[in-house]
């Protein structure tokens, strides 16, 4: 073992830099790797600005050998989760390193026994930080880049965790959906028929009246989402905040919100895969950086596809057939703007409707991520 490998906790803006900065030079030559916006992450691991730190702890760690950064982890006890699902779970991502077990395994083990030190039982991952943000190892689909708000890793690095002892306990899975696949027109009868019987409103997001709406989709979320696997229930001002940040590149089209009697039933998100452009500004919006984003995504024929990243039903009105209604109000939506092919992820395993609806609609299951456990 390497007498020069040490583990350092990130206490610094200077260890803060390396800490956002590593994976940029692990995957610079990794050609499906996406960079995040470096001013994104700056702000995501700000604790005063970021309101998801106030029911949460986290620790971020850095790996050196011969004090050169070779890998990265951070650790979460997200209380929310635990006391929803009632159960002592500390959380590891934004795991990053090279390809060596010994980096892996020491960083790991760090976590381990941080998450262990504070009471927790299990080791779940890889999250950044909560199934509300990127989550999984991505284990199949590696000749494609990720869609928006999906994580790209290295083949080697879920083969690393799972040698530490890490098992899988959900796959998740994305279905890839394109319009030189007639969509079936059976299901188009089936959503009017729906609409009408139930006497369905689908109507777009109000921009004018954003903060009102954040207020009524974070609702159906909560509600709609609180029997899935690993859900975590987001409070008001997590959930403004992560709407602040997503106004940026949302298109209001796309956001569908279902009503029946004036009373929110349901809402599904589709949003502008803008990875296509991201992949080109390397991490860094300035100084020109800002104005490719922007033009890019005013003439959006840059950006032809989306990704389904939401789609819930409240449970009083579940089972009523409402999301075959926002599948092809999307897809219609979709198509009329542009946009030639989608996304939908990420779909539990064991959601076996979704994952039926999915292939139904011509969908075709190219990437699978993979959250992976173990007792601590």
Not at 204 to 223: A, G, Q, V
Request: glycine fraction near 6%.
């Amino acid at each position: 073992m390497s007498q020069n490998l040490n583990v350092i906790e990130v206490e610094s803006s200077k260890l803060l830099h390396v800490f956002i900065n590593l994976p940029f030079k692990l995957y610079k030559d990794v050609p499906n790797w996406v960079a995040p916006l470096i001013s994104e992450r700056k702000e995501f691991f700000d604790k005063k600005k970021n309101p998801f730190y106030r029911g949460a702890r986290t620790k971020l760690f850095v790996a050196t050998r011969d004090d050169e950064p070779v890998g990265r982890i951070a650790t979460c006890i997200n209380y929310n989760h635990n006391e929803f699902h009632n159960e002592n779970v500390g959380f590891f991502g934004f795991f990053d390193c090279i390809d060596d077990y010994e980096v892996a395994a020491k960083l790991l083990k760090v976590a381990m026994i941080t998450l262990k030190s504070e009471g927790m039982e299990k080791m779940r991952g890889p999250a950044n930080f909560s199934t509300n943000h990127e989550v999984g190892f991505l284990v199949e689909g590696f000749d494609s880049p990720p869609v928006v708000m999906n994580p790209y890793n290295p083949p080697y690095l879920p083969k690393l965790a799972e040698k530490f002892g890490l098992k899988k306990v959900m796959d998740l899975h994305a279905y890839l959906i394109d319009d030189s696949v007639p969509f079936p027109e059976r299901l188009i009868k089936v959503a009017n028929r729906i609409k009408e019987r139930n006497k369905i409103k689908i109507r777009t997001l109000n921009m004018s009246r954003f903060d009102e709406e954040i207020k009524r989709i974070n609702y159906i979320y909560n509600n709609a989402w609180s029997d899935n696997w690993g859900f975590v229930p987001m409070p008001d001002e997590e959930f403004r905040h992560m709407g602040k940040d997503l106004k940026q590149i949302v298109d209001p089209d796309l956001v569908l919100i279902a009503e029946i009697d004036d009373e929110p039933a349901g809402f599904s998100l589709a949003l502008p895969d803008i990875n296509i452009v991201l992949k080109k500004l390397n991490g860094r919006l300035f100084p020109t950086g800002i104005f490719k984003l922007i033009w890019n995504m005013k003439i959006r024929n840059k950006i032809d596809g989306l990704r389904v990243v939401t789609l819930g039903v409240v449970h009083k009105y579940q089972k009523r057939g409402i999301d075959t209604v926002f599948y092809v109000e999307t897809f219609n939506r979709g198509t009329r703007k542009g946009y030639h092919w989608a996304e939908m992820s990420w779909i539990l395993e064991s959601n076996e409707l979704m994952c039926r609806a999915a292939e139904n609609m011509g969908g075709k299951l190219y990437k699978k991520y993979r959250m992976v456990e173990m007792p601590i």
